[in-house]
């Protein structure tokens, strides 16, 4: 306990000897002296008069200690009310004596009372556990880097923290993340919405983007009165048409991205178009290719509008050729043709799970993406078939590849979409639609059945499809020599171009190297080639994020992943792990470095 405030007389000394402190304090108020009353009080922790009588004696200091002892949040308040009135000096020692107490949020109170030092204010903000509201102390002092730099990292789905740091972004010139995190505080919600409509609109029309920035006004109602929002989709070239009408390329002008504009009725009258019949099937179609998309898997399109009413789909534009086009004399290496229809597969055991139906897996509408992964166009395009326009070539891949029961004019089932699946692979080997390729007709001969209660499911075939390839010219159309055509393991040490090229380190014994580079686990990274102790393997695409060394990666990644591992790989890779080896790919997918792994 503090010493007295003032000397006691020998009768009060003798009170306080006889443990009258009640009758002690009652007299001493009496006659003013409210500071040796309170005193008295604190004597048997009758905090809550002391701290009256501290205030009536103008002790705020005092006061305040006796109400940190009584521990009420009202009576706090109004003791931290009395410092408003109070010195510089005499608030800066109460918010010293509130952070030795541990009471940070109080003692950033008592600063905000006065022109205190911001940076003091918004530590104990942060001591308090409340990092939003320092920022935005030493946002209003002007301290704008410091505050970013303090609601550093962002959540991901906190809006008010998000929208502040979009609002510092801008105030520091950073057009592109003033963006990205008013987009980003908008899908999390409990900002200011109109605010950040704004602040985005300012942000694109600072970048260049114009319309976006005219689209985000008007969705707010706040585009000038009579200004049109110019059409979302430019068209640059025509291609040729993979379901019915007119398709064509174009960009984005929202986004800057590719894509593909198809007009599913440019070849009916204006009658034609406006029929029931038609609008029903473009309805089907819109359904079931909306809800195959939705379950965003890698081998299935997605889908960027598609408005069944004006018969308009908007795909998103993949750089590389259709299936039809890899159907072509003398065919491809069985292997190879066996991993692309594994790959369509995997979407259609995904979609087969959820119920849904492909129905029309014509090699024409399958468009391979940039790595050359074939991916399964929308589903329910074969609502709309009989839109199609006679074309070239159409008949054959009907007649070829089309189950015979649909042929027949039941509806489409997935045992019709396993039965061209099957067809698909013939096919790819072969070299034609109808070829003959009886190694490959071998592998598929029961999902080719005409019977579709015979033809096994997506999950079995996609089992069978995934066999390992003892040489990476198992997988070229080429019979070319290792080194000369494919160049992955040549003598050259920068291999450029053909991925990356590790010298595992001597801390790895062969067993165990061995289980590893053979482990089947796919969130591995590609081993694409080996040379004894020199890996050759595949480099991580643009968009890919390693994490920080300092990232708790336990609490992040998958470690089953590691325990899918064989033994003697698994035990390696757990004494080598670090947040380093963990990779997180543009879609979202973790994925364990080998590159980092294996120089350990």
Known sequence: MPAAPE????????MLVQGRHEALAHALALSGRHAAAGWVLEQIWEFTGACEHYARAGRPLDALRAAIELGRADVIDRIIAVFTAADADTRQQAAALLQRKGRHADAARILALGDHDPEARASALVRAGDRLAAARVLAEAERVREALALLEPLPERHGPTLQLAAELSWELGDAEA??????AAIRAGGGDRAA???????????????????????GRGEAPEGA??????????SLPPSFSGAAYEGTDRVTLAEVEIHLLLAELQEAGASD?????????????????????????????????RAGILILPYEAGNDLRALIRPPGMPL???????AFLLEGLAAAHARGLVHGSLLPAQLVCDAAGRPLLGPFGADAIAGLIATRTGALEELLTITAPEVRAGRAPTSASDIFSAAALLVALAA?????AAPEARAVVEDALDPDPARRPDAATLLARMRRRVADLRDLSMSTAPIGQELGVMPEDPSLSGHGVVVEVAPTWDDVALDALLAADVPALQPVLDRQGRRVALAAWPEGCRRLADDVPFAQLAPMAVVEALPAEAAAAV???LTAGAWVVTPAGEWMLALDELLTR
């Open 7 to 14: 000397p006691l007389t020998e009768d009060e000394q003798r």
């Open 178 to 183: 003033a963006v990205r995190r008013a987009q």
């Open 196 to 218: 950040l409509s704004r602040l985005l609109a300012r942000g694109l029309g600072a970048l260049g983007h114009d319309l976006a920035a005219q689209i985000v006004l008007q």
């Open 228 to 237: 049109p929002v110019p059409a979302r989709f430019l068209v640059r070239a």
């Open 276 to 308: 029931p019949a038609v609008q029903d099937a473009l309805e089907s179609f819109q359904r079931r290719a909306l809800a195959a998309a939705a379950l965003e898997h890698p081998a299935i399109r997605g889908i960027v509008q598609f408005d069944a």
């Open 335 to 341: 292997p190879r043709a066996r991993a692309l229809v």
């Open 431 to 435: 070299g034609s639609l109808g070829g």
């Open 574 to 576: 757990r004494a080598r």
